[in-house]
């Protein structure tokens, strides 16, 4: 077993559920925020469904220096939105299945304008930008459709909106 098939096997039972929280996303109220400080609504989204693809691109370089970070566009539809994710979860799958044990292992470095701010395996960026973040910014997304009065999906399990028990 390689080291990043678990990854694999929890990205498949991931990849479904930010899914269904994507095609719920109101992109009429992008510009909406819950708070001043909050990122708008239209910008979580386009992150939700750009981080896949994202993860895979960044998955075979050496690190990102976030001085050069530019916003991923927001969608200005569902389709086009899930789309953008599709596509990157196919990239991601691709990008996964390309890396070894000898490449897990090596260092992968956040930078912000040439400094070296944090160095990690390859694949704890992987899982961290590929899971945990997506799955963070998932919870952060169903809050966020609760507040907008949109019905929130099942995710771990039923929702006030949806029991897929019953």
């Given at each position: 077993?390689?080291?990043?098939?678990?990854?694999?096997?929890?990205?498949?039972?991931?990849?479904?559920?930010?899914?269904?929280?994507?095609?719920?996303?109101?992109?009429?109220?992008k510009?909406?925020?819950?708070?001043?400080?909050?990122?708008?609504l239209?910008?979580?989204?386009?992150w939700?469904?750009?981080?896949?693809?994202?993860?895979?691109?960044?998955m075979?370089?050496?690190?990102?220096?976030?001085?050069?970070?530019?916003?991923?566009?927001?969608?200005?539809?569902t389709?086009a939105?899930?789309?953008?994710f599709?596509?990157g979860?196919?990239?991601a799958?691709?990008?996964?299945?390309?890396?070894?044990?000898?490449?897990?292992?090596g260092a992968?470095?956040?930078?912000?304008?040439?400094?070296?701010?944090?160095?990690?395996?390859?694949?704890?960026?992987?899982?961290?930008?590929?899971?945990?973040?997506?799955?963070?910014h998932?919870?952060?997304?169903?809050?966020?459709?609760?507040?907008?009065?949109?019905?929130?999906?099942?995710?771990?399990?039923p929702?006030?909106?949806?029991?897929?028990?019953?």
């Amino acid at each position: 077993m390689r080291m990043v098939d678990t990854i694999v096997q929890e990205f498949d039972q991931e990849a479904p559920i930010t899914r269904k929280v994507l095609e719920r996303v109101p992109l009429d109220k992008k510009d909406w925020k819950p708070h001043t400080r909050s990122t708008s609504l239209g910008n979580l989204a386009a992150w939700l469904a750009n981080a896949p693809g994202f993860t895979a691109k960044m998955m075979h370089t050496d690190g990102l220096d976030v001085g050069n970070w530019e916003s991923f566009p927001v969608p200005v539809s569902t389709s086009a939105l899930l789309s953008t994710f599709d596509q990157g979860c196919n990239a991601a799958r691709a990008a996964l299945a390309k890396l070894d044990d000898s490449a897990a292992v090596g260092a992968w470095n956040f930078r912000m304008g040439g400094k070296t701010l944090n160095t990690m395996p390859r694949i704890a960026f992987t899982r961290l930008f590929l899971l945990s973040d997506a799955i963070h910014h998932r919870g952060q997304m169903s809050v966020y459709l609760r507040l907008l009065e949109v019905m929130v999906p099942a995710i771990y399990g039923p929702s006030a909106d949806d029991n897929p028990y019953f």
